[in-house]
């Protein structure tokens, strides 16, 4: 088989090896989701995780993202995620306490 790159490899599987980002392509990731691999990928060291990473606001407000051993990456995508979502439920007219038993029902289903 010959890869379009000359020093390219080849998989066991007789195609060719182009990494993440052209598998994330393929099984239909987004642009961010293909982008946040990179990002990882290209980072090189083992990312430090804890069970919490809270965020103390000027404002007063404070943002936790727990999980078991959540990376600043994984944080960073989950905020991103939970802002759509709440942006999605502001143009419903939900209330925070709405917002907040759907996504729970939400997360149970899976």
Request: aromatic fraction near 6%; charged fraction near 25%.
């Amino acid at each position: 088989m010959i890869t379009p790159f000359l020093g390219h490899q080849t998989s066991l599987a007789g195609g060719p090896v182009f990494g993440v980002h052209y598998t994330l392509k393929l099984s239909g990731a987004s642009r961010d989701a293909i982008e946040q691999a990179g990002r990882k990928k290209r980072a090189g060291a083992p990312s430090v995780k804890a069970s919490k990473v809270k965020c103390f606001l000027p404002s007063g407000v404070q943002v936790v993202v727990s999980g078991n051993g959540v990376s600043l990456d994984e944080s960073i995508e989950a905020l991103n995620e939970a802002i759509k979502e709440m942006k999605r439920a502001r143009e419903l007219g939900y209330t925070a306490k709405t917002f907040a038993a759907a996504m729970k029902d939400k997360a149970r289903k899976g």
